[in-house]
């Protein structure tokens, strides 16, 4: 059964603390991106990922760490640097379907609580 | 900075009518525009893609683009209260951005029986 988990559903965390949150795929996709919403905004881009071993910051990426050892891992650190980490984490994969153009598709997604 | 622009709603429509959701992009570069829906509390999930100029027809949804007035809209017809959603419109901008999308703010559907 194809598809992109993300664990936990929700997280819960106290100020100051880093936490990470998992992001497999099992699409064989090359490519996969964090983004994070914010109740009643559009998505925004924290990192993304090409190929293994390289990764490339987004719009907002301060604050954020990402590694991708493996194809199919790509973790987020959302560090203590981050002002304002309450939010609704979405985790993405794409495969090129049209000579550049990327089809993405989303986990479920991680609640994270900072309080 | 690449914009992507939504009327954020809500727009009401009765069952069995047209919905027609509209977005607008700032680069006259993007290449690949992408109408995604989510259910509340849910991760978006893709609908459509368009990269060529026109319509393109899947069931009861169509996307048109006009890259000209840089515009890409998704009509819903026959709409269900099922499809009550939020409709986010994305944009790849091409080169070496490498699949990344922009985003607008969504646009919030409800169609009432």
């Known amino acids: 059964d194809g598809g992109i988990t993300q664990s936990p559903k929700y997280l819960f965390r106290k100020e100051g603390q880093n936490v990470t949150l998992s992001c497999e795929q099992n699409l064989n996709h090359d490519a996969m991106y964090w983004y994070r919403q914010d109740p009643g905004q559009g998505l925004r881009l924290i990192y993304y990922?090409?190929?293994?071993?390289?990764?490339q910051k987004g719009d907002i990426a301060e604050g954020y760490s990402v590694s991708r050892e493996k194809k199919e891992s790509f973790p987020l650190t959302v560090t203590s640097a981050q002002k304002n980490p309450t939010a609704f984490y979405l985790c993405a994969s794409s495969i090129d379907v049209a000579g550049g153009a990327y089809e993405q598709y989303f986990g479920p997604g991680t609640r994270l609580t900072v309080t | 900075q690449k914009e992507v622009e939504q009327n954020s709603g809500p727009l009401s429509v009765p069952e069995g009518a047209i919905a027609s959701l509209n977005c607008t992009y700032s680069d006259r570069g993007s290449q690949s525009f992408f109408w995604y829906r989510q259910y509340s509390g849910k991760s978006p999930e893709l609908i459509m893609f368009i990269y060529s100029n026109g319509d393109k027809e899947d069931g009861r949804f169509t996307a048109q683009l006009n890259k000209a007035s840089q515009y890409v809209s998704l009509l819903i017809r026959d709409s269900q209260p099922s499809d009550s959603a939020t409709y986010l419109c994305?944009?790849?901008?091409?080169?070496?951005?490498?699949?990344?999308?922009?985003f607008g703010q969504g646009t919030i559907l409800t169609v009432h029986p």
């Open positions: 990922s090409q190929i293994v071993n390289d990764f």
């Open positions: 994305a944009v790849s901008f091409g080169g070496t951005s490498y699949g990344k999308l922009t």
